[in-house]
């Protein structure tokens, strides 16, 4: 019994690409959706797209990873995975735009199905749902990409990513993996269908780096039990920091980024020194990347 999801794929890539692809969770990681409150979920599926609020700095950060670290736009695949259910594609979609985003490509957890056939309660299961949608992109995507993950600290993004990176290695497959997939509270019915979903999956892209952004405020220690490939950042600045030190974007991307915090979301100079200081001493860009952001920021 595999987790329903819903693929769209809107971008076909080449067979040899061996590139960046990034992968990244729509809510509380691009839009702050409101899960904490019934209200919350009710509004959810009621929203048009200009009234969805989007985490400060995430559609810049974005816009920068789809540019790449190049003079010219490389026009880097990025993939989006919801737990929306299909039927707000179009809302999301629209909003993207709004954001001057060029999205490549979803997956959704298909919730109707789940309703329909009465399986309420896995509508929160939410490391089968990410496994499950990230192996069967895998799964489509060229044998030579190189994933990166990005997600956030309210759900299980960090155990998820540590669990796609050592079975995409080969590190964790077969009797293993159905064994992390019991400790992780996957049903025992869902086990060895994912276990057969991943075999798919293993031996083409790989986990280049993994991303968790940290909207609930959490200490970045959190995330050492799950290293490598996790890192933690605590907001989209940090991020793209994270980004341009892997050579996904360059140091004035991150310094586009830093302007769009202060012209849009009121951030300070001081803010942005900050957290990219606070970035450097965590290892997450070198003190020579730092110095060339600085640079760019100031230019």
């Known amino acids: 019994m595999t987790y329903p999801i819903l693929y769209v794929n809107e971008r076909d890539l080449a067979p040899d690409y061996a590139g960046p692809v990034f992968v990244w969770d729509v809510d509380k990681t691009y839009l702050d959706t409101d899960f ?106 060229p044998p030579s990409a190189r994933l990166v993950v990005v997600g956030d600290d309210w759900e299980s993004d960090a155990q998820v990513f540590h669990m796609l990176d050592a079975s995409l290695s080969g590190r964790l497959t077969g009797p293993k993996l159905a064994s992390a997939l019991e400790d992780a509270g996957v049903r025992h019915a869902s086990i060895w269908p994912m276990v057969e979903l991943a075999k798919k999956a293993v031996g083409r892209a790989q986990v280049a780096l993994a991303c968790v952004i940290l909207t609930r405020g959490r200490d970045p220690s959190f995330v050492e039990p799950y290293r490598p490939p996790v890192h933690a950042a605590r907001e989209s600045l940090q991020a793209s920091a994270l980004f341009a030190n892997a ?18 979301w009121g951030w300070s100079t001081d803010q942005v020194d900050a957290s990219l200081l606070d970035a450097s001493e965590r290892g997450l860009v070198s003190r020579e990347l730092l110095t060339q952001i600085r640079a760019a920021a100031s230019s």
Do not use: N
């Open 247 to 264: 050579g996904l974007i360059s140091a004035g991307g991150v310094a586009r980024v830093a302007w769009r915090l202060r012209a849009d």
């Open 36 to 141: 904490k409150s019934l209200l919350g979920l009710l509004r959810i599926p009621l929203e048009m797209a200009i009234d969805k609020t989007i985490i400060p700095g995430t559609a810049a950060t974005l816009r920068e990873c789809r540019r790449g670290a190049g003079e010219r736009p490389e026009h880097t695949p990025i993939f989006f995975v919801s737990a929306s259910p299909p039927q707000l594609a179009g809302v999301i979609r629209k909003k993207m735009l709004l954001d001057g985003l060029q999205p490549d490509g979803f997956l959704f957890k298909d919730q109707l199905t789940l309703a329909l056939r009465g399986r309420f309660r896995e509508l929160k299961f939410q490391v089968e749902y990410k496994l499950t949608a990230h192996w069967s992109l895998v799964a489509e995507l």
